[in-house]
């Protein structure tokens, strides 16, 4: 497998930063009881490299065009009312910066992706510390390069999928930085398409109609250290390449179609040292191939994987599962997919040498999963006495679950990850 390489992703994104030493830049105060009350006058008279400082206050406009080099900063959380009837800012200029504003009320429309901010065909910006409420598409990016998203809030109430927008929107974007976000109420919380070499980390994606974070198209990518929490669904992650997804926690995203994950189509992956706690489906994978899974921990879902057809050359190592309903369902044999070396709660065998793993293989597909997949209803009987019997002769004598699905070396210990692994 290709060892995914992100070393030259977004770290040209802090150069640009020094581009606020403009010669004869100045600054240029904003306020309701000014002389300059208006925002869209200010950007309008001011030159390149200047700074609006804009004080605390209520400023109702919208459609504000940012042409030039500009940094917009906010003292005190002003407050920019889009009043419903608009976007509020439209950045077409590389080298701005917007920080520090509350940006509410941009206005729901059928025909337009509206948003709160909105940067096209633009490089080295800086969104940072806002705070955006009701605003369809809160961030929205578009043919944009180089630029930080960081440590805003986006809050919306949206109430379908048709009539809302998503958080943080990237399309056709390179070398993006997402961090530090807190996203509840969209339609998605992050949306990625055609955004490649970004780097989502330290986000919080939160009650989100349809995904926490859903990409498609997009390569290079890393996701690190974020939260998914009680979403329509976590994450889909869809027609993508060399993607690393490490230290994030996907829990409580429930529903007769939710998961954790979603990975369809994907190649050449890295997924370790994640937290799936009490989805419905920890991962579904469809079609996905050559992926490394490992030091994740599945606790208290629904299924823990769920494997469909097409997934081959996968390796699934270090791994705990805990308590889960089921740990695994597959609709294929299981070729050339690896499950040696995992924690499994429900194992129990034997360690006669005590080397901390076990001296029996593991088969981790239960006849009763495989009865669901077959006939759903019977999913019914899962708590039954009438269960445990078929699980156990299956156990004993398989005869339906997939012969190629097995763990060769289980650990004994749920602290796998610090024990050496011993294929029988």
């Known amino acids: 497998?290709?060892?995914?390489?992100?070393?030259?992703?977004?770290?040209?994104?802090?150069?640009?930063?020094?581009?606020?030493?403009?010669?004869?830049?100045?600054?240029?105060?904003?306020?309701?009881?000014?002389?300059?009350n208006s925002i869209k006058k200010a950007v309008e008279m001011a030159s390149p490299g200047d700074k609006l400082m804009i004080l605390s206050g209520l400023y109702k406009e919208r459609n504000i065009l940012i042409n030039k080099p500009l940094v917009l900063e906010g003292l005190g959380k002003p407050i920019i009312d889009g009043e419903g009837a608009g976007e509020i800012l439209i950045v077409a200029s590389d080298r701005v910066a917007i920080r520090g504003l509350q940006l509410q009320n941009v206005g729901l429309s059928y025909t337009e992706d509206r948003a709160g901010i909105r940067i096209k065909n633009a490089r080295d910006f800086e969104i940072r510390n806002n705070r955006l409420i009701?605003?369809?598409?809160?961030?929205?990016?578009?043919?944009?390069?180089?630029?930080?998203?960081?440590?805003?809030?986006?809050?919306?109430?949206?109430?379908?999928?048709?009539?809302?927008?998503?958080?943080?929107?990237?399309w056709y974007c390179k070398n993006i930085l997402i961090q530090k976000n807190r996203v509840k109420g969209h339609r998605d919380g992050i949306y990625f398409e055609f955004a490649d070499s970004c780097k989502i980390i330290q986000n919080h994606s939160e009650k989100n109609i349809r995904y926490g974070l859903h990409?498609?198209?997009?390569?290079?990518?890393?996701?690190?250290?974020?939260?998914?929490?009680?979403?329509?669904?976590?994450?889909?992650?869809?027609?993508?390449?060399?993607?690393e997804m490490f230290d994030n926690q996907f829990q409580k995203n429930w529903g007769g179609a939710s998961y954790g994950m979603l990975l369809k189509e994907i190649y050449d992956a890295q997924i370790y040292r994640n937290l799936f706690l009490e989805n419905t489906i920890g991962i579904h994978l469809e079609g996905a191939t050559r992926i490394k899974y490992?030091?994740?921990?599945?606790?208290?879902?629904?299924?823990?994987?769920?494997?469909?057809?097409?997934?081959?050359?996968?390796?699934?190592?270090?791994?705990?599962?805990?308590?889960n309903s089921f740990d695994l369902s597959i609709q294929s044999e299981g070729i050339q997919n690896s499950f040696d070396g995992n924690y499994w709660s429900e194992y129990s065998g034997y360690d006669l040498d005590r080397d901390g793993v076990g001296d029996v293989p593991y088969r981790p597909v239960k006849l009763i999963s495989y009865m669901v997949n077959q006939t759903p209803e019977a999913l019914v009987l899962i708590r039954s006495f009438f269960v445990d019997i078929l699980n156990f002769s299956e156990k004993v004598s398989p005869v339906f679950t997939p012969a190629n699905v097995l763990d060769n070396a289980p650990f004994i210990y749920p602290d796998c990850k610090k024990r050496t692994f011993q294929k029988k």
């Open 215 to 243: 990409f498609m198209f997009s390569n290079d990518d890393s996701y690190s250290k974020n939260v998914f929490l009680d979403n329509g669904a976590g994450v889909a992650v869809m027609f993508s390449r060399r993607i």
């Open 1 to 36: 497998m290709k060892k995914i390489n992100l070393n030259k992703a977004v770290l040209l994104i802090p150069v640009w930063l020094c581009f606020s030493v403009w010669l004869g830049a100045k600054n240029i105060d904003i306020c309701p009881a000014c002389k300059l």
């Open 134 to 170: 009701n605003t369809f598409f809160g961030i929205y990016l578009a043919y944009a390069k180089n630029g930080i998203v960081t440590d805003n809030e986006l809050y919306a109430n949206a109430k379908d999928e048709i009539s809302s927008g998503n958080g943080i929107h990237l």
């Open 294 to 323: 490992f030091d994740n921990q599945f606790k208290n879902n629904g299924w823990a994987l769920k494997i469909t057809g097409g997934c081959v050359e996968n390796s699934f190592t270090r791994n705990q599962f805990i308590g």
